[in-house]
């Protein structure tokens, strides 16, 4: 039987509120599990402890027994110190999109344009005080 340590859907329209559950995979989302391993309530803020409460010995318990957690479980559980950070590899979501860097590139070019004519005035006026200096000998 293949399990997994995932979220249960619970709560009203627009206020969700998830049970962390081990069920066997091929069960729906919110059917049938074996047993309720805590809760997660997205709608408290990220700093509250009520926020994500797990039964941690029974979680490594069913990890043991060879059940997978899901992205977002795993996500918890790497926050909750029990496994290991693993590397994701997504290239693209730093990027910024094509308005984005339009944005950029007029901005260097203004900001180019005016270190230009910041140091052209600079340059000259070093200039106009030697030949000062050079008349008044």
Known sequence: MAMKIRLARGGSKKRPFYAIVAADS???????FIEKLGTYNPM??????????????RIKYWLGE????????????????ELPKKDRNNPKKGTPGKAAQARAEEKAAKAAAAEEAANAPA???????????????
């Open 123 to 137: 340059e000259e006026a070093p200039a106009e005080v030697a030949e000062e200096a050079a008349a008044e000998e």
């Open 66 to 81: 060879g059940a997978q957690p899901t992205d977002r479980v795993s996500r918890m559980l790497e926050a909750a110190g």
């Open 26 to 32: 091929r069960m729906p989302r919110d059917g049938r």
């Open 44 to 57: 408290l803020p990220k700093d509250s402890e009520e926020r994500v409460k797990m039964n941690v010995e």
